[in-house]
């Protein structure tokens, strides 16, 4: 079955630093990968989503890279701060658009 | 402009009972997914509506029904409720089957005792 593997341990970085979280899945060939930011009690948002034959793609501090070849993503936030403590949740969705799937999400704790 | 508006906020329900959920898509979203996100897991699959049809559905029983009207908004039904069936659900909207970031609302809160 489609299964989707994000560091269940908490990430803890100083500020300043660059937050990487990775995102692996299997049994699957999407077309598209998104990440989400979710925080406490509220609902995801949308922060980038990355197409099968797009590498990389960046926005402000952020950037994603996507290798359909080893079923990886890399999630970057550079400069990293306090406000960027959140979880982030990887997402596939194959073409069509009808079923995105979400990994479980890796808690981010930036520390002042 | 407002975002996806979902109600109630939290529901208390017992075991047995029906429990119905609704959802405003954002405004210009024609396209409506369902999820249900237990604590500390990801975001699951229930279904999507587009043109008032199920587009798809994941695995979830048929205890799970979906509707969405002319104007976009959609509910959820959930039958003879368990006790596992405590979440937060989550309704997502955006245009069609462009491939873009859903907007999330922030869900209502069921609790079943």
């Known amino acids: 079955s489609q299964k989707i593997e994000q560091n269940s341990e908490a990430l803890n970085i100083q500020e300043g630093k660059t937050a990487t979280l990775t995102c692996n899945y299997t049994n699957y060939s999407p077309a598209y990968l998104q990440w989400y930011r979710q925080d406490p009690g509220r609902g995801p948002v949308f922060l980038l989503l990355?197409?099968?034959?797009?590498k990389e793609k960046r926005k402000e501090r952020l950037k994603v890279t996507f290798d359909t070849t080893l079923k990886q993503s890399l999630f970057h936030i550079t400069a990293s701060q306090p406000a960027d403590s959140a979880t982030y949740l990887c997402?596939?969705?194959?073409?069509?658009?009808?079923?995105?799937?979400f990994g479980a999400g890796t808690r981010l704790f930036v520390k002042a | 402009d407002a975002g996806v508006t979902q109600s109630p906020t939290h529901l208390i329900k017992t075991r047995g009972q029906q429990v119905t959920l609704r959802c405003s898509p954002k405004s210009g979203h024609d396209t409506v997914s369902w999820y249900q996100q237990a604590l500390g897991q990801g975001p699951q699959f229930i279904f999507q509506y587009y043109e008032e049809e199920e587009r798809q559905r994941g695995n979830f029983p048929d205890r799970f029904s979906g509707h969405q009207f002319p104007n976009y908004s959609s509910e959820l039904n959930v039958n003879a409720l368990l006790l596992g069936d405590s979440a937060l659900y989550l309704c997502?909207?955006?245009?069609?089957?462009?491939?873009?970031?859903?907007?999330f609302g922030s869900g209502t809160r069921l609790t079943v005792v």
């Open positions: 997402a596939l969705e194959g073409t069509g658009g009808f079923k995105t799937i």
């Open positions: 997502a909207s955006r245009v069609g089957s462009l491939n873009y970031g859903y907007t």
């Open positions: 990355i197409r099968e034959n797009e």
